[in-house]
């Protein structure tokens, strides 16, 4: 069926450090990719997105990279911070399905 | 602009029991998505709605029902309550109808707990 996976449900970074958050995605129609931070007791948050007409898109400390070949997307982090900490999804959107299909999402933990 | 605020916070029912949660999505926003997110299933699609009408309803039993009003604020409803329904109950609100090139703005969410 349907599905968006991530490679590696934790990641343990050094504060400073860049992180690299990894999502597979099985379907080929879909046309639009996101990227949500969820914190402890709060929605997912917004992040980045990148259309499938794209290969990479760059925003304040992030860039989203998408292979349509391989199916993989990838959020890196650049100096990542303590507040950086918390729980990554990918989402995509299927053409025309109307609603987005998320990944289960990757934990990063950000050491002082 | 304020965010896309859902009540209540959290939630907590017996089993048998109906529950209905409401969102405001951010002003201007006519779409309104609900998500079912779970530790073991994770984010789950339940339905969109714009302009008062249900455009996509994911993979639930017809317990999961919603609506939306002219002033595009939007309210789930679930009947007859089970355990495996506690979760927490994400709206999100976006600037045009689906997911094709806009992204959802999600709120907070609201904790529900059966019991």
């Known amino acids: 069926g349907e599905s968006v996976g991530l490679h590696l449900p934790t990641l343990s970074v050094q504060e400073g450090d860049n992180s690299i958050i990894n999502c597979a995605y099985s379907?080929?129609?879909?046309?639009?990719f996101i990227w949500y931070k969820q914190e402890s007791g709060k929605g997912p948050q917004f992040i980045i997105d990148?259309?499938?007409?794209?290969d990479k898109r760059q925003g304040q400390r992030v860039t989203v990279l998408l292979n349509k070949t391989v199916k993989h997307l990838s959020l890196q982090i650049a100096a990542t911070q303590p507040g950086d900490s918390a729980v990554y999804f990918c989402?995509?959107?299927?053409?025309?399905?109307?609603?987005?299909?998320f990944g289960q999402g990757t934990e990063l933990s950000v050491k002082p | 602009k304020a965010g896309v605020t859902q009540t209540p916070r959290y939630l907590i029912k017996t089993r048998g029991q109906q529950v209905t949660l409401s969102c405001s999505p951010i002003s201007g926003h006519r779409s309104v998505s609900w998500y079912q997110q779970t530790p073991g299933q994770g984010l789950q699609f339940l339905f969109e709605y714009f302009s008062e009408t249900q455009r996509n309803k994911g993979n639930f039993p017809g317990r999961f029902s919603g609506r939306q009003f002219s002033n595009s604020r939007s309210e789930m409803n679930v009947s007859t309550l089970e355990l495996g329904d506690s979760a927490l109950y994400l709206c999100?609100?976006?600037?045009?109808?689906?997911?094709?090139?806009?992204?959802?703005?999600f709120g907070n969410g609201t904790r529900l707990t059966v019991t």
């Open positions: 379907n080929s129609a879909s046309d639009y």
């Open positions: 989402a995509e959107n299927i053409r025309q399905g109307g609603k987005l299909i």
């Open positions: 999100a609100s976006s600037g045009k109808t689906g997911t094709h090139d806009s992204p959802l703005h």
């Open positions: 990148i259309r499938s007409n794209m």
